[in-house]
């Protein structure tokens, strides 16, 4: 795996707030090991062919960020807890968000006019094309077809829904059921 070429679709094993500083240096300094860091990542950020690219960018200057107040503060400087708990929080969101990419890419398309989108922890946002919201929040780890049934369910239940709802203003106005 190569953390810091952002053509990679692999992603760094997670990283979680339960653990210590010092696993999660681990970690980073044995994924850094393995691979050569980029020129400049400013530049690759904004030359990425994807999301999943630009993800892995972002992920590494977060892990470059808080690597070095981590180091300053094994080194015995003072830095302000704020600020590297900041700094810890963005450099596990940014790898949890480029995770859940690799994720949803992994399943690939859903198709009906739906995607997959990141959401919170454990879960993937199931939206219709062209929203900027999604709809529902489903569980991760389902196959493609477990997805496209949640789609197939929540139409189903919508076009009942529909038709209830047109019987019930017609009986309100007067119509004939």
Same mark, same amino acid.
């Given at each position: 795996?190569?953390?810091?070429?952002?053509?990679?679709?692999?992603?760094?094993?997670?990283?979680?707030?339960?653990?210590?500083?010092?696993?999660?240096?681990?970690?980073?300094?044995?994924?850094?090991?393995?691979?050569?860091?980029?020129?400049?990542? =400013?530049?690759?950020? @904004?030359?990425? +062919?994807? *999301?999943?690219?630009?993800?892995? /960018?972002? !992920?590494? $200057?977060?892990?470059?960020?808080?690597?070095?107040?981590?180091?300053?503060?094994?080194?015995? =400087?003072?830095?302000? @807890?704020?600020? +590297?708990? *900041?700094?810890?929080?963005?450099? /596990?969101? !940014?790898? $949890?968000?480029?995770?859940?990419?690799?994720?949803?890419?992994?399943?690939?398309?859903?198709?009906?006019?739906?995607?997959?989108?990141?959401?919170r922890d454990g879960y993937y946002g199931l939206a219709e094309d062209g929203a900027d919201d999604a709809t529902m929040?489903?569980?991760?780890?389902?196959?493609?077809?477990?997805?496209?049934?949640?789609?197939?369910?929540?139409?189903?239940?919508?076009?009942?829904?529909?038709?209830?709802?047109?019987?019930?203003?017609?009986?309100?106005?007067?119509?004939?059921?």
């Open positions: 795996m190569n953390a810091h070429t952002p053509t990679t679709a692999t992603a760094i094993p997670a990283l979680n707030r339960g653990m210590l500083d010092e696993e999660v240096a681990i970690i980073v300094r044995e994924m850094w090991a393995a691979c050569e860091p980029p020129a400049t990542t =400013e530049e690759a950020w @904004y030359n990425a +062919a994807s *999301d999943i690219e630009q993800a892995a /960018q972002a !992920a590494y $200057r977060e892990t470059v960020t808080w690597l070095a107040l981590h180091d300053r503060q094994v080194s015995g =400087e003072h830095v302000e @807890y704020g600020v +590297a708990f *900041d700094a810890r929080e963005r450099l /596990q969101d !940014a790898h $949890r968000y480029h995770a859940d990419l690799v994720g949803i890419a992994a399943i690939g398309n859903i198709g009906d006019g739906w995607h997959l989108r990141p959401d929040t489903v569980p991760r780890g389902l196959p493609a077809g477990g997805y496209r049934a949640i789609v197939k369910a929540y139409r189903t239940g919508a076009g009942h829904g529909r038709r209830r709802l047109q019987q019930d203003l017609r009986m309100l106005l007067g119509a004939d059921a």
